[in-house]
């Protein structure tokens, strides 16, 4: 990870901890429908299944994951709406 | 299955399906896709519907053929991914086949002879999916369905390492795979890759978070390449890996690999001289697993050198602790 990296600020937050696969994508994808192009959510995952299938589905959905953090038994990722 | 019905010994392959009605041989009839069953006088009619994918509209005109000549009006999706219509009366049997030949559809073959293969979604929409079993399964069914071997002869394709085709227990069986590569100016060592693998061939280097890659444990499914969020992690090659002699049964045995990265361009040659090899080599009667146990695995990779030559060293490891 570089040092100098702009904070990326998100424009809405969704945490997914405890939400199982793949009701964890389904509220996803309808949050970031409800999103403006450019936008950028922010997702709490769960270690395991979630941060395994989550990702690559948002990415199949033409979505960019510009940050990705490790935290105690989740993850944060940064998600920014494709078109 | 159906398998428990007399095989037919005799070699005699086509059936002539015109003017047949009087004077039928049940032996021959399976040849032709034709399945006795319990039922006076009923047979199952096997269509040939490779990797198990048809279009809607011939879908529609089956089911009308299925609704005509089916005593009870049933069909049963075989467990080969064929449909095959139930309590057909064997006096029908030319009506039949004219009517399906008319919308295209072919009637498949039992026996000796190399089968229908079957097949995985694969990559045209299952994300998993690596290669084009679809279109793999079409050009074997068009190229060998039927071609005579000393016995059956089973092929499938699977899309991923995930392996719903069962490649393990054909006869000849491919399962589509990707070597991933790393590119570390992209990698923001976000740690995603390290969790996606289901197999612990990456780990996490603790101080970066970038990935540490061990190609022994990798199976090659490629989700570390859809994980990557910065497209670190890409596809270097895909291919098939190839297994032989395997087969279910009574007496199932687990295929062997015997090739690794071969690509699609190769997989006509893999089959046609796998296909040489087994009809040399085997007795009426003998599965191509029989055949490899009497006369060695190391005959049959000679024989495929000029085909798997190049993409075969990885694998001569895995096949000598096999005991060839």
Request: aromatic share 8%.
């Amino acid at each position: 990870m570089s040092d100098a990296k702009p904070v990326i600020k998100a424009d809405a937050t969704l945490d997914l901890r405890g939400v199982m696969c793949p009701i964890n994508f389904v509220k996803t994808k309808l949050k970031i429908e409800a999103m403006e192009t450019g936008q950028v959510l922010e997702l709490l995952l769960d270690s395991g299944e979630p941060v395994q299938n989550v990702p690559k589905s948002v990415k199949e959905e033409g979505h960019k994951i510009l940050e990705v953090k490790k935290e105690d038994g989740h993850f944060r990722l940064m998600v920014k709406k494709g078109c | 299955m159906t398998d428990h019905f007399v095989e037919d010994k005799t070699n005699k392959v086509n059936v002539k399906l015109e003017g047949m009605a009087e004077k039928v041989n049940f032996n021959d009839l399976k040849t032709g896709g034709f399945i006795k069953q319990r039922q006076k006088d009923m047979f199952t009619v096997r269509l040939r519907c490779p990797g198990g994918r048809l279009s809607t509209d011939k879908l529609v005109e089956i089911s009308k053929i299925a609704h005509k000549y089916s005593k009870k009006s049933v069909v049963h999706f075989s467990f080969r991914q064929s449909l095959e219509i139930l309590y057909v009366d064997y006096k029908e049997f030319g009506n039949i086949v004219a009517e399906l030949e008319k919308i295209g559809q072919k009637v498949a073959s039992c026996g000796p002879r190399v089968r229908v293969p079957t097949a995985c979604g694969g990559c045209e929409y299952n994300p998993n999916g690596l290669t084009d079993t679809q279109k793999m399964a079409d050009m074997v069914d068009k190229k060998f369905f039927g071609t005579p071997t000393p016995h059956k002869f089973k092929t499938s394709f699977s899309g991923c390492p995930i392996d719903c085709a069962r490649t393990k227990e054909m006869d000849l069986g491919f399962q589509g795979v990707v070597e991933p590569v790393w590119d570390e100016p992209s990698c923001t060592g976000c740690t995603i890759c390290a969790e996606a693998c289901k197999e612990d061939a990456i780990v996490s280097d603790p101080d970066t978070g970038k990935p540490i890659f061990d190609p022994k444990k990798c199976i090659f499914c490629g989700d570390c390449i859809r994980a990557c969020p910065t497209e670190a992690w890409k596809a270097k090659r895909y291919g098939h890996i190839v297994r032989v002699g395997g087969k279910h049964g009574r007496h199932p045995v687990e295929a062997i690999e015997v090739c690794a990265f071969l690509p699609d361009e190769k997989v006509p040659d893999a089959i046609q001289k796998s296909i040489e090899w087994y009809n040399a080599n085997g007795k009426r009667g003998e599965r191509i697993a029989t055949v490899l146990k009497r006369v060695g695995v190391r005959s049959y990779l000679d024989h495929m050198a000029p085909v798997f030559g190049a993409v075969a060293p990885a694998f001569a490891e895995t096949t000598d602790k096999q005991g060839v």
